[in-house]
Nanobody, 126 residues
Framework: VQLQASGGGTVQAGGSLRLSCAAS????????VGWFRQAPGKEREFVAA????????YYADSVKGRFTISTDNAKNTVYLQMNSLKPEDTAVYYC????????????????????WGQGTLVTVSA
């Protein structure tokens, strides 16, 4: 599985961005895709995740109600729609994928994902 993240950029607080995570190679084997982010000097943290086929979604408390994760299986792409952005959302955003089933309690654990995209930078100015 190969992942390509895109869509990052600079936006003012309150604005919106949509990130894309395009998957290729053996996409039929994917069980779960997650978005994580890493701010300067901080650990990579969970943002949102989705089941590849059932489209069940999971969110970090910090983004609930503002971010939406969605999947277009025909395009092998997972999106992260980010609204009402805040300066604290500034980070490099990474998408990860896993083939083995990931328990619901573990979707927020970055160690559970074996495949990663290259990251895309999101900067939110005050």
């Amino acid at each position: 599985v190969q992942l390509q993240a895109s869509g990052g950029g600079t936006v003012q607080a309150g604005g919106s961005l949509r990130l894309s995570c395009a998957a290729s190679r053996d996409t039929f084997t994917i069980s779960t895709v997650g978005w994580f982010r890493q701010a300067p000097g901080k650990e990579r943290e969970f943002v949102a995740a989705t089941r590849w086929m059932s489209h069940r979604t999971y969110y970090a408390d910090s983004v609930k109600g503002r971010f939406t994760i969605s999947t277009d299986n025909a395009k092998n792409t997972v999106y992260l729609q980010m609204n009402s952005l805040k300066p604290e959302d500034t980070a490099v955003y990474y998408c990860g994928a896993e083939q083995e089933y990931v328990d619901s309690a573990a979707v927020s654990q970055r160690a559970r994902y074996n495949y990663w995209g290259q990251g895309t930078l999101v900067t939110v100015s005050a």
